[in-house]
Nanobody
Framework: VQLQASGGGLVQAGGSLRVSCVAP????????MGWHRQAPGKQRELVASIISGGGTHYADSVKGRFTVSRDDAKNTVYLQMDNLKPEDTAVYYCHAKTVFLRDYWGQGTLVTVSS
């Protein structure tokens, strides 16, 4: 079972993009959803996460620029990315963790920011 991400693409520095990720209905009791990213030659890192009830966490590098949100009725998590920088270029992976501590990942969506 895999999450389905969409919305990546090419944008100029200073621009905005929104990526979305849907968890299939077979995944239930999701406690946290979020986004990780992996740039070429670098390790995957947590970008932002949101728990049931709305609490959020952001990497220092994206605070004030990115906003994570979720729609539990649609099993969907969003990442609004504003004021994008070339160093934000990466493959973005969505993630969901259930109350049973099981992890699910999406296939990744490429975000490219040109200078």
């Amino acid at each position: 079972v895999q999450l389905q991400a969409s919305g990546g693409g090419l944008v100029q520095a200073g621009g905005s993009l929104r990526v979305s990720c849907v968890a299939p209905g077979s995944i239930f009791s999701i406690s946290a959803m979020g986004w990780h990213r992996q740039a070429p030659g670098k390790q995957r890192e947590l970008v932002a996460s949101i728990i049931s009830g709305g609490g959020t966490h952001y990497a220092d590098s994206v605070k004030g620029r990115f906003t994570v949100s979720r729609d539990d009725a649609k099993n969907t998590v969003y990442l609004q990315m504003d004021n994008l920088k070339p160093e934000d270029t990466a493959v973005y992976y969505c993630h969901a963790k259930t109350v049973f501590l099981r992890d699910y990942w999406g296939q990744g969506t490429l975000v490219t920011v040109s200078s």
